[in-house]
């Protein structure tokens, strides 16, 4: 009888961002990918910890400007978290200026709005890997 390889498990994914068209966008893109993400999303950074606790993603797609908790202290909380410090962060803003805040915060990279599809696609790639035809 011939082996099979083993389902590759889904990567989790959490979208966090207070704009709900963002959010449609990417989870839309996510969903039809071909790496098959499990994923979840927040409005606010204060939501992103909650489910941060439990998920566990492999990637996050965090806006920096957002009610309660911005993404410039959630990403410094994650990196500070021996639990959650290797979660790759992709910083997503309006406002390029803040972009060199949000990397030193430690976030892996960042894409500034409004979003292009194909470069949400190469930094998939850079933060996680190629990925693995079947």
Known sequence: MPTYPAPRPSAGVLVVDDEPQVVD?????????????????????????????SFRPALLFLDVMMPKLD????????????????????????????????L?????????????LAAVELELEHLLGPSVAT
């Open 71 to 102: 993404g410039i202290e959630v990403c410094r909380h994650l990196k500070s978290n021996p639990e959650t410090q290797t979660t790759r962060i992709l910083g997503i803003t309006g406002y390029p200026d803040v972009v060199p805040g949000l």
């Open 104 to 116: 030193a915060a430690g976030a892996d990279a960042c894409l500034t709005k409004p979003i292009a």
């Open 25 to 53: 966008m990417l989870v839309a893109f996510l969903t039809d990918h071909p790496r098959g993400f499990k994923i979840e999303t927040a409005s606010d950074g204060y939501e992103a910890l909650i489910k941060l606790g």
